[in-house]
């Protein structure tokens, strides 16, 4: 028979990368929390009209990349391919409205899209999302990008690119598409086959298409800046002024229209400099229209979504600190198999105490659970010699320095070795 292997574009995350993925998520925890963000923990499927609906039809997620599937009922769901949408249904299903605004919520994981796997695209990756509901307030942009600039100089990330922009209002984005059409209509035999199907139905995709014919003609494509209403261009602004303040180093792309449908005024995304071509860490921006178009009251909002895989790809390629790999605290070798009970009393002992502490189960020789206790702080070896006299020969791995304590202190002994 066939070997079972993970379908294409997924993969495991083993032990020497999940440990990575613990440190940045737990860098993420604290800061969103320390920013005043409560997790949320959201369904990984959604009614597939929540998607349809609030990224948009025309979007590349909704038309190509959604693993969409009927449940025994017959009705339509979908893996999640972003958080966004889940997190607005579920203020607006839990009535958060009519608590004090805005309301700061973060969550984390796996998200599925359908797309040509690569290296730092996957069809299950993880993504790191926190989003404000509620405000129209620019220093609430300011806070978004902040967040996701101070995650990135936490976990010691450099070689960053920061570039923001404003994509209009439902008042100013129908002038700037008109603009926009005008400038691309005689280009439009060059665009490639998606850009062409773009052009009717949603042209300002094109400026974030990423074939290189497509991007030269783009080049020249009218400023949004210059069809911004007084509005949008007042809290443009206004989010600059703050990304001042923060000393956060920005540019402006006028190319920079984000892959979803939802976004209004403000969109940024930051892009590292070691990632090749999928280079984006983190995208995200304002949505005053989301929660409209999937059925609700109009909630204002602002949020980020960062992958976790190319954090960490930019995080090795730095090479930069993952914190402490994990590693045991004590491992106890057990010399004489007659005495295997008192070894896994001691093995407990250490245990209670808090203590990281592994043993071999294996009736391994020795010499190779030397080898083995060598990756631990302590080895606690215990011999017929030992057990008899009711002590355990421990020794400190890094300076190689060997004592005997008494079996019933040898565990809280270690522990207070450990913390000094
Ligand atoms: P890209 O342009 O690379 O397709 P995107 O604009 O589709 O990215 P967003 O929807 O903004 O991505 O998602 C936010 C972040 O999630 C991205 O900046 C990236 O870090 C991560 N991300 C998106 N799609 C994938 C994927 N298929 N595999 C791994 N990470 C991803
Ligand atoms: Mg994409």
Redesign the pocket.
């Known amino acids: 028979m066939a070997e079972i292997t993970a379908p294409r574009g997924v993969r495991d995350v083993l032990p020497d990368e999940s440990w990575k993925w613990a440190y940045v998520l737990g860098q993420f925890r604290g800061l969103a929390e320390s920013f005043g963000f409560s997790e949320v923990h959201l369904p990984i499927f959604e009614h597939t009209e929540l998607f349809s609906r609030g990224i948009g039809d025309t979007t590349?997620?909704v038309e190509k990349e959604m693993y969409t599937f009927e449940d025994q009922a017959g009705r339509s769901l979908t893996l999640r391919p972003?958080a966004t949408a889940s997190m607005v249904r579920s203020y607006l299903e839990h009535h958060m409205a009519s608590g004090p605004q805005p309301v700061k919520l973060w969550c984390a994981g796996p998200?599925f899209?359908y797309?040509k796997p690569q290296k730092?695209?996957?069809?299950q990756?993880w993504?790191l999302d926190v989003e404000v509901l509620g405000s129209v307030n620019p220093l609430v942009d300011v806070e978004i990008i902040g967040l996701s600039l101070e995650l990135y100089r936490r976990l010691g990330m450099t070689n960053l690119e920061v570039v923001v922009n404003s994509v209009g209002c439902p008042v100013c984005r129908p002038a700037y598409r008109e603009a926009l059409q005008s400038y691309l209509r005689p280009h439009l035999g060059e665009l490639c086959g998606s850009c062409r199907s773009r052009f009717d139905r949603n042209p300002l995709r094109i400026l974030d298409c990423?074939k290189e014919t497509c991007k030269a003609i783009t080049e020249g494509a009218p400023d949004v800046m210059d069809s911004l209403c007084d509005e949008c261009s007042g809290h443009f602004a206004a989010v600059r002024r703050g990304l001042d303040l923060l000393g956060a180093r920005t540019h402006i792309d006028k190319r920079l229209v984000?892959?979803?449908d939802y976004y209004t005024k403000t969109a940024y995304?930051?892009l590292s400099g070691d990632l090749g071509a999928?280079?984006?860490?983190?995208?995200?921006g304002r949505y005053d229209n989301l929660a409209e178009s999937i059925g609700g009251p109009h909630v204002p909002g602002v949020g980020?979504?960062?992958?976790i895989?190319?954090?960490v790809l930019t995080m090795e390629q730095q090479g930069c600190s993952f914190g402490r790999a994990p590693s045991l605290d004590a491992f106890v070798v057990c010399v004489d198999e007659a005495i295997r009970d008192e070894a896994v009393k001691l093995l407990y002992a250490l245990r209670r105490e808090g203590l990281g502490a592994d043993m071999d189960y294996q009736g391994r020789s020795v010499k190779t659970q030397f080898k083995t206790a060598s990756q631990a702080a302590f080895a606690c070896i215990l011999g017929g010699d030992e057990a008899a006299r009711g002590v355990v020969a421990v020794k400190e791995m890094a300076t190689g320095n060997q004592e005997e304590l008494l079996f019933d202190d040898a565990a809280s002994s270690i522990r207070s070795r450990l913390s000094r």
């Open positions: 590349d997620v972003e998200m899209r797309e730092g695209r996957y069809r990756f993504q990423k984000r892959g979803l995304e930051v999928q280079n984006a860490v983190c995208g995200g980020f979504a960062s992958g895989e190319r954090i």
